[in-house]
C-alpha cells in the first residue's frame, strides 16, 4: 500500500482545499494518470498516480482542508480494479460491435470533454497506444472556442431546468483563488492611498508599426506581433525615468527595485491572475510576446505555478480586450502602480489645425500616494503616452 499525499506548498500558502477527485475508489488507474485537484489561494496543484495500480481509499473528501504533505488517500500498486464508471458496461448487455475500436480516453480527459460537450471519439489522441489526454481536449475547447458559432450556456447535470416564471438562486461556496483576490483588493484599498490619473494615447505610430512589420516578425519569430509587447516596453523605459513608481512600500521602509518585473493581468477560468515577467528590461519584443502568450495557455490551462506569479514590482492589466473603454484598476499590493489599457476607439481629434479620425486609447494609471506624487504620476503616464505615439524615443533613448 503506498499513501497518496498533498504535495509540499510553498512558504506563501499555508494548506489548500480538495476541488475533486477523478477517479473512485476500486477504479484502475495507470502511471502519472490525475488522481485529485488541490486549490490554494493562488493555484490548482494536480497530484497523480504513482504507478499503475488502483486507488483502495479516499480519505479525505471534496472541500476538506488540508495541509502540506497530508496523506490524502490509499494506493495499491500493480492491483486491478474496476475501469471507470462511464466506460464500463452491464454485464447483461451485450458489447457493441465497436468495442474493439472504443475510444480511450484519461478520466481527466472525458470529465473536460463532458463539460464542454466535446466528442472524444472525433479526437486524435496523441497519449500511448492513441490514448486521448487531457491536452487532447483541451486543444478541441480551444478551436472550439474560435469557431463564431453561439454557445448556450451549459446547465449542471444535477441542476433541473427551471420552470417557466420561476425565480431561481443558486448557491455555490466562493472558491479559494476568488476569496484570495477579494482579500487583496479589499486590502489594497484599505491600506494604500490610492489615486487615478488618466490620458488618452493616439495609436496610430504603433498600428502602422505593427501593419508594416507583423509578417516579417512572425516569419522572423514564430510569433505574433501584438500591442502588448510595446506597452511593457514603454513602461520599463518610464519605469527606469521614475523609480519610485517602480518602488514598493515594506512597513516604515521604501524598497527601490533596480529591475523590472513586470506583472501581466490575465483573465483565467478560476479568477484574475497577475504572472511576472522576469528581467523585462533583458527581454526582445518577441521574447516578451512568447511569454505572454505562454502565460495566457497556462492560465486556461490552470497550469500557472507560484514562481509565476510571486513577485513583480508594477503591473499592466488590459481590460481593453472586453471591450471596456475606462476604468481605475486597483494596487496590486505591495506594489505602489498599476497601468490600464482600454479599447482602441476612432474619434475625430485635432491634429495640426485639422480634425481628423484617430485610433485613441485611454490609459489609467492608479498610484499609491503615500510614494509617489501627483506630479510624478502624471509625468509618468505622460513618459508612456509619449513614447507609444513615437517609438523611435525608445531605440533613441529620450
Known sequence: MTEIKAPEFPESIADGEIAGWHVQVGESVTRDQLLVDIETDKV??????????????????????????????????GAAGKPAADDAGSA???????????????????????EN?????????????????????????????????VRSVPIAANEPAAAPGERVERRVPMTRLRASIARRLVEAQQTA????????????????????????????????????????????????????????IDGKDIVYHGYQDVGVAVGS?????????????????????????EFGIKARDNKLAIDDMTGGTFTISNGGVFGSLLSTPIL??????????????????????SVQ?????????????RLIDGQEAVRFLVTIKDFLEEPARILLDI
Open 44 to 77: 490548482v496543484l494536480e497530484v497523480v498516480a504513482p504507478a499503475d495500480g488502483v486507488l483502495t481509499e479516499i480519505l479525505k473528501q471534496e472541500g476538506d482542508t488540508i495541509l502540506a504533505e497530508e496523506v490524502l488517500g490509499i494506493f495499491e500498486a
Open 92 to 114: 447483461d448487455e451485450p458489447a457493441p460491435a465497436l468495442a474493439a475500436v472504443e475510444t480511450v480516453a484519461s478520466p481527466a480527459a472525458k470529465k473536460i470533454a463532458n
Open 117 to 149: 460537450k466535446i466528442d472524444v471519439t472525433r479526437l486524435s489522441g496523441s497519449g500511448k497506444g492513441g490514448r486521448i489526454t487531457k491536452e487532447d481536449v483541451l486543444k478541441a475547447v480551444a478551436e472550439a472556442e474560435k469557431q463564431p458559432a
Open 193 to 248: 492611498a490610492m489615486l487615478t490619473t488618466f490620458n488618452e494615447v493616439d495609436m496610430t505610430a504603433i498600428m502602422e508599426l505593427r501593419n508594416q512589420y507583423k509578417d516579417a516578425f512572425e516569419q522572423a519569430h514564430g510569433t505574433r506581433l501584438g500591442f502588448m509587447s510595446f506597452f511593457v516596453r514603454a513602461c520599463i523605459e518610464a519605469l527606469k525615468r521614475f523609480p519610485g513608481v517602480n518602488a514598493s
Open 269 to 293: 477560468p478560476r479568477g484574475l491572475v497577475v504572472p511576472v515577467l522576469r528581467d523585462a528590461d533583458s527581454l526582445t519584443l518577441a521574447e516578451l510576446e512568447n511569454q505572454i502568450r
Open 332 to 353: 496590486n499590493p505591495p506594489q505602489t502602480g498599476i497601468l490600464g489599457m482600454h479599447k482602441i476607439q476612432e474619434r475625430p481629434m485635432a491634429v495640426d489645425g
Open 357 to 369: 479620425i484617430r485610433p485613441m486609447m485611454y490609459l489609467a494609471l492608479s498610484y499609491d500616494h
